[in-house]
């Protein structure tokens, strides 16, 4: 079952980005300090005075940069406190203004240090701005370039001149933004290159921040280096934005990044052009003549929220069917075709797109009149931010949310995915504590591959990312570094140059090289051990081949590196002890999620104003709302929207034992109650029991019921048989 990452992210977003950096020139490194300039992060007294809410210079920068005339709502306080040296956290709904939050200030500080004349033309510093969202972080660039705003994005799509030459501006101090993804934190080539930033880092703006918080919607473990990111850096000040905090997660970012709550600023989420309807239905087929309806009734464009990439293409073409135009969307389409239906989408005005959570950010359509959910979306978050697309033109427009008891099927399928078992977690951290690994020093360092060991221990690749985070920043046990690839490998163009070349580099690398059909083979590792060279000198030599022209390289299985930092715990009892606290977490995290379903759910069928109810859950007072804000289901019938109540049924007995035919394995019972309830894991891909019989055979039972029936005949299997290996491993972890 495909969903889509929030972000649209994928794994070779992460590989690329691994060449990137091996290609980082480290040389010419100019430590700022060395400048003269001192600078620093700001005092906690600046933190904690009180700031002015006005700024006269950030007014003329909007006007004259901007082209634009006045700040909106509570844009310029947040300006006026960054500009005075403060930290702030901007919480502004979708489409609400935050990018210039940032943008004022990086340009305005130039004309700061005009004023106070105590730095040089060059010595003006960057602004980083840390977003999960690639691809518009190209939009936002191209946009600051017309207004002649020198800026630039590192990411894994640029080619290697380009990223010599952002690395070249960022040096010498020609950048006045640099736009970069969580992820590059972890890679050390890039904080020393930053580091080394002349004038320094005025400022460090985190987007979506909201994913530095555990109890928001979208914890992101790379998140939490931010902030370590930030002291190490230096930097002088930092604004978090996002468009959906609650007072919790926004006290927590607040938190991590040391921020007083007077820095705080936040603007309403109401808005009283939003029509918020909600309708149930008994089962899905029943809404699609309510959905067509509603489609002939309400004109203009519509987006059509739907959970999986199969469901946007099947709802796509039963509209197309109904002489609709609609288009499906998700982030399993080509580059070309998201790009050309976002193009068609902005351009149009009858068009409709069924989407999963990958399309949206970044639209910037302000007369999107329907914006529809057909399944439940996973927090209200979420959904606010959905609805945020709609009628940003401040025209009428309608959020119609279907909702029928299959939903939570749906939902709880992947709420239940990524909680793995207690021993997967016991044989990962088992793995990663090897004894081989628990011999190093500390400063050495080991390599993993975070897919191969999803696969092995059967865990999905969120929870296993966010575990290593926490061995990381909880622990302190260990560091990641810049991942490296593992396998380099060429194609010959031009052999007798590349047989002239006697650096010690090509000789190494022509030493261990090994052919594979047209392709030669070289592990850098080797290459580096055999030569008595240095490994990113190898890289070196294999990418100036390559853009002479002398070779083509392609280079693949990333490996992500950690320094131990800490000595390694040895012992089952250490080991057992960081297992406990690892797994309480993530069945925290289960019941968080969980617990989210019900409050979409509780928003729309309470008797309560949906809008009302949607400022309260963001501790949104929301001064000038009316008690009944007249626009949605509630408060036009005053009739309380109810899911009708359809009871999960027992397990079969004999489709119980139809799995524990199929599944010889008694090591895992949430492994077996996955296999019933149509959950896909790593193991359940590698056993390919996706297309078996048994596979989604119980979908109709309580999740947690399950478990507890295959955890009972786990339990008798092992007592009557000790020790049977055929009940531990399946053949995926003998492969070990
Ligand atoms: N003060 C202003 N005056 C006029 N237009 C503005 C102002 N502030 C922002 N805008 C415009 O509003 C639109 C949305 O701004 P922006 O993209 O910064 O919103 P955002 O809060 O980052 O939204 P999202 O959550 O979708 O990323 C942009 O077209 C921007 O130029």
New binding site residues.
Partial sequence: MDSDDEFGLCSEDEEALALACENADASAKRKHDQTGTNIGPPSKKQLTDAFPRKSPLAVKV?NDQFG?????LE?EAAIARLLEGGSAVVV?P???????CYQVPAVAFAELDKLAGDRGPNDGGVTIVVSPLIALMKDQVDALLRRNIKAAVLNSSLSRESFLQVNDDLRNGRLKLLYCAPERLNNEGFVESIKSVRGGVRLVAVDEAHCVSEWGHSFRPDYLKVARFITELNAERVVCLT?TATPKVARDICNSFGIDESGLFRTTMYRPNLRLLAEVSRNKQDYYPKLFKFLRENRGPTIIYVTIQKQSEFLAEDLQEQGFKAKAFHAGLPTEEKTNIQDQFMTQNDLIIVATIAFG??I?KANIRNLIHCNIPSSVEEYSQQIGRAGRDGRPSICMFYMSPEDFYLRNVFTYGDLPSRDSVRRFLEHVFSPANVLLDVGDTFNTNHRSQAKDFDINLSPLSIMYAQLELQFGLIRATTPIYAKYEYETINARILMNDSSSEAVAIRSVAHKKTKWWEIDADSAATRGGVNRLDIIKKLNDWNDRGIILMKASGVQNVYRVEKKLPSTPQEIAEIVDRLYLEMVEREQQALQRTKEVVGLVTSKKCFSRSLAAYFGDGSEGMPDECGHCTWCETHRQVVLPKIPPEPPSPSAITAILRTCPWRDDPRFLARVAFGITSPRVTAEKLKSSAVFNSMPVCEFMELVSVFTEKCNEANQANPGNQANRMSRTNRTN
């Fill in positions: 909007l634009l005339k006045a700040f909106r844009q502004f979708t489409g609400g203004g935050k990018s210039l468009a950010m970044g910037d």
